[in-house]
Structures are given as C-alpha cells and as structure tokens.
C-alpha cells in the first residue's frame, strides 16, 4: 500500500506531507523503519513506502491515541522508545558482564588455591628427592656413584 492509499485509510492523516511527518518522527522515537520500494519510472528509479496491513494498523492506533495524548507519546505507546531500548539493552549487557565477572573471579580463585596446593605438593616433593639423595650419599661408594649417573645428580 502506497503513501496516499494509507492517508485515505487512516481517519487522523489529513494529506501526505502529515504522513511524511509522522513516519520521520516514528524512525526518530522508535527507530522503527518502514520497507521502501524502488520502481523504474522511465529513465530514472523512483522509491517509494511500501505499507503493510500491520503498519496501517499502527497508523490507526497511533491517530487513535492522539485525541488522549500527545504524538510522540503515541508512537512511543505503538512502537517503543528506543533510547528506553538501548538502555534496557546497555543494562541487561552490564549484567550479563557482572555475572562473567563473578564467574571469572571464582575461577580464578579457584585456580589461585590450586596453584598454592601444588606448590605445597612440589616442595614436599623436593624435600622427600633431598631426604632420598642424603640417604644415597651414605650406601657405599659405587652405589651412589650408578645412582647419581642413573638421577643426574
């Protein structure tokens, strides 16, 4: 449905250039975008809006609701607001990046006490190989010697 099919349709559309209008501040509050077409009109392209049953519908709604309120407050009843959009949005990404970091910070956490247990581990493991090489040190002479060879020490 062409722009002027929609003007005869909606009771509160008095002519094309009010149409014009309220489609400008619609994409502007709401960032709704209506489907334009494009038609050969002999030597050059011509586009044009290409209305659904849906946006005529909204149209009415949005005239409807003027006699109770003001323009802009009817479009953002019909389509939304999308600075409030963009802030629901802004505002759902901040969460779901403070429970990454809480999921980061537990994880590291996590691995933070892993690290020290097998610190712990390795020392103990140092010093069990020292108490082993101190009692190497006292079998006889050629024992230790194959034993260093055999644990380069």
Do not use: C
Request: proline fraction near 1%; charged fraction near 35%; charge should be positive.
């Amino acid at each position: 449905m062409d722009i002027n099919k929609l003007v005869s349709s909606v009771d509160g559309l008095n002519s094309v250039s009010t149409a014009k209008k309220w489609i400008t501040l619609i994409k502007e509050i709401s960032g709704h975008e209506f489907k334009k077409v494009q038609a050969r009109n002999s030597r050059q392209f011509v586009s044009f809006y290409n209305f659904t049953d849906d946006d005529v519908e909204d149209f009415r709604t949005i005239a409807y609701l003027k006699n109770e309120m003001s323009l802009k407050d009817a479009i953002r009843e019909t389509y939304g607001d999308i600075h409030k959009h963009k802030e629901n949005t802004l505002t759902q990404q901040l969460e779901t990046l403070k429970e990454d970091f809480i999921t980061l910070n537990d994880n590291f956490k996590n691995l933070y006490s892993s690290n020290k247990k097998l610190q712990i581990k390795f020392q103990r493991l140092e010093k069990e190989q020292e108490e082993i090489l101190s009692t190497l040190e006292l079998l006889p002479f050629g024992a230790w010697e194959k034993a260093r060879r055999k644990f380069g020490k």
